[in-house]
């Protein structure tokens, strides 16, 4: 196995397909980079077993253990501090990191969000998206900042909706979509091929 250079640390709340996609897209060699850390805010989040099964170091942090949100974040900002990492993948984190966490890793955190933003931020964005009664939705990559779901979009990807579609049934084609969009988002970051010019973000080959 090589020692690849660019290393990410994935921040989880559940089921952790997004992290399998990761990880898969790795282990494919698709995609070179190294977790040196997966990091949950729910003891038995599925992710953190995904993650264990391919012998990647975990750690749960729990929120009850801090008096504060901000406690919270110190306590994970320390941790990411104890690994070499380049960039911070939010992989269904649920929860809101505090300034402190977006200053200390400034342009150094993305989010994956099933919804073409800046439609539908926040919770259930797929069952928004079905009662607005938009035709077409899907998912984005961006870098966080201090909003919900508002960063700097890297990537998009539409899914169309159909009359029939209900929440479950447009979250697994989007899902499906999102297990593409993250791994190459991570792979344009990697590869240098984005800048950040405020609100927007450039494709340097284009
Ligand atoms: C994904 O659909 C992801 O886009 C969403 O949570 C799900 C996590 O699934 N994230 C958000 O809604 C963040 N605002 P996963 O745990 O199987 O990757």
Redesign the pocket.
């Known amino acids: 196995m090589t020692l690849n250079t660019f290393k990410l640390a994935v921040l989880?709340s559940?089921?952790?397909?997004?992290?399998q996609a990761i990880i898969d897209s790795i282990e494919k060699e698709e995609l070179d980079a190294d977790i040196s850390i997966v990091i949950s805010n729910t003891k038995d989040a599925m992710?953190l077993s995904r993650a264990e099964r391919h012998n990647i170091k975990t750690t749960f942090i729990n929120p009850a253990d801090y008096l504060s949100k901000r406690a919270f974040d110190t306590a994970l900002i320390e941790k990411l501090k104890e690994y070499p990492i380049d960039l911070i993948c939010l992989?269904?984190y649920?929860r809101i990191l505090g300034e402190e966490v977006i200053q200390t890793f400034k342009e150094k955190i993305i989010?994956?969000?099933?919804s073409l933003l800046p439609a539908f931020p926040g919770l259930n964005?797929q069952k928004q998206a079905i009662e607005y009664g938009v035709k077409f939705s899907g998912?984005t990559v961006h870098f966080v900042d201090s909003g919900i779901?508002s960063g700097p979009i890297i990537s998009q990807t539409v899914v169309p909706i159909y009359d029939n579609d209900d929440e479950k049934s447009l979250s697994e084609r989007i899902?499906e979509q999102?297990h593409h969009l993250y791994p190459k988002a991570i792979k344009m970051v990697k590869e240098n091929q984005i800048k950040i010019n405020d609100r927007t973000v450039t494709h340097k080959t284009r």
């Open positions: 989880v559940g089921r952790g397909s997004n992290l992710a992989a269904g649920m989010n994956i969000h099933p964005s998912c779901d899902l999102e």
